[in-house]
């Protein structure tokens, strides 16, 4: 499997960014698809988590402000992420794991500050 994220960038408090994953191979494997992130000097921690059900779930931290989703026709697994915060700057990376196995994508930078 692999993955592409893209979409990061410099935003101020309070703005949006919308991150994308390109997905591709064996992707029928895949029972979890993820967002993850880390920020300077700490370790990389999940953000969010979406299963082959569609059934989502997120840190405390970001729930009612971050959505995941998967298009799985164009093949993306996506993050919208509203009222961002300078606590959520981080390096994101898209991953995807199966029973035996968990992929990385490589990161894109998320800089929130005014």
């Known amino acids: 499997v692999q993955l592409q994220a893209s979409g990061g960038g410099l935003v101020q408090p309070g703005e949006s960014l919308r991150l994308s994953c390109a997905t591709s191979g064996n992707t029928l494997s895949i029972i979890y698809w993820n967002w993850y992130r880390q920020a300077p000097g700490k370790e990389r921690d999940m953000v969010a988590r979406i299963d082959t059900h569609d059934s989502a779930s997120y840190v405390d931290s970001v729930k009612g402000r971050f959505t995941i989703s998967r298009d799985r026709f164009k093949g993306t697994l996506n993050l919208e992420m509203n009222n961002l915060k300078p606590e959520d700057t981080a390096v994101y990376y898209c991953?995807?794991?199966?029973?035996?196995?968990?992929?990385w994508g490589q990161g894109t930078q998320v800089t929130v500050s005014s």
């Open positions: 991953t995807a794991r199966s029973r035996d196995r968990h992929y």
